[in-house]
């Protein structure tokens, strides 16, 4: 076979949602801040994110990970986010699958460790093999009670929430959050996102909200407090609570009052697994605590034939 390149990655799974770890294969992308190499990615070798969590090596849930080697000496490593659109600023259930993969291979041991993202830092507290806790990026919400027209449904209220990527969160929908009903889920959260482009409510800086997150009752309250679906930027729903929705939705409840400093809030997802998150402060900014598990569930190499016509991935038209 003549290739174009062979990457070699490591899969994992967090809470059911995947996490594709690049260990090597992917250009170098130079020194510099997170933020800066991911740009790198994006104008340079945007077609390799494609080829590795794109069909048909990957699929639209797939979330990847590129390891890198960190800017400051005192950090275990670096590591660049991306879907099956583009790229993501952090990542919680992506942050626990690459703290067990690091394990994984011998390059990370049990205990506390800084991660750099685009978002800015991290901490990992790896607990054993599978069990993560991740210090967030300091997480707030931006606009309360937010209206936007929904067609063919009326006013719908929400939050506008950071932490880690932009998020509208909304409680008062009318939907049953059940695996069941996953597909008008995922139209009804998708109609939401097109509202709040055409009504141009956005982030801070005028970010694009391109999360959608519904809340719920749990399905057992001795288990969890709240059960989540939440609708990703390309419109595949997150198997995981969603670390970064759970900061974002911990944000919002430390400002109603509902959850105080150093209380923890259950998240359930719409698949039943849970992310614990501490309402930690550190310097009045509150910095969510995400514990969950991941398991390795595979390692292969990938091949990019060259004279295979979809060696980039498909590209989704
Ligand atoms: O866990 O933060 C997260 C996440 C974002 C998109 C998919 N998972």
């Given amino acids: 076979m003549d290739c174009e390149a062979s990457i070699r990655v490591i899969d994992s799974h967090t809470g059911g949602e995947p996490t594709r770890v690049v260990v090597a294969g992917m250009p170098e992308l130079g020194n510099g801040s997170m933020a800066e190499r991911r740009e790198r990615l994006r104008s340079t070798w945007d077609h390799l994110r494609a080829a590795v969590v794109a069909e048909p090596r990957g699929s639209d849930v797939m979330v990847g990970a590129l390891l ?188 109603d009052g509902r959850v105080a400093a150093g209380d923890t809030w259950r998240q359930e997802s719409i698949t039943g697994s849970v992310f614990e998150a501490r309402a930690d402060m550190v310097d009045d900014e509150l910095r969510p605590r995400i514990s969950g598990s991941a398991f390795i569930t595979g390692e292969s190499t990938l091949y990019l034939d060259r004279v295979d016509p979809f060696r980039y991935g498909l590209v989704r038209g």
């Fill in 68 to 255: 890198c080697e960190p800017e400051a000496s005192e950090s275990a490593a670096g590591v660049v986010f991306f879907n099956n659109v583009g790229y993501l600023s952090m990542c919680g259930h992506g942050a626990i699958g690459l703290a067990v993969t690091m394990h994984h291979l011998d390059r990370l041991a049990p205990g506390k460790h800084r991660l750099e993202t685009p978002a800015g830092d991290v901490m990992l507290h790896l607990h054993d093999a599978n069990r993560v806790s991740v210090s967030n990026v300091a997480s707030y919400r931006y606009r309360q009670d937010v209206a936007v027209q929904l067609p063919g449904h009326g006013e719908l209220r929400g939050d506008i929430a950071w932490g880690g990527n932009w998020f509208f969160l909304v409680s008062e929908h009318g939907q049953t959050l059940s695996m069941d009903r996953v597909e008008e889920l995922t139209q009804f959260s998708w109609a939401i996102r097109g509202a709040l482009e055409t009504a141009n409510i956005r982030g801070r800086d005028g970010a694009i909200i391109d999360h959608i997150e519904l809340f719920g009752p749990p399905s057992d309250p001795a288990l969890a407090d709240s059960r989540n679906f939440v609708l990703c930027p390309g419109r595949a729903y997150d198997r995981s609570p969603c670390g970064t929705g759970t900061s974002a939705k911990l944000a919002c409840l430390v400002a």
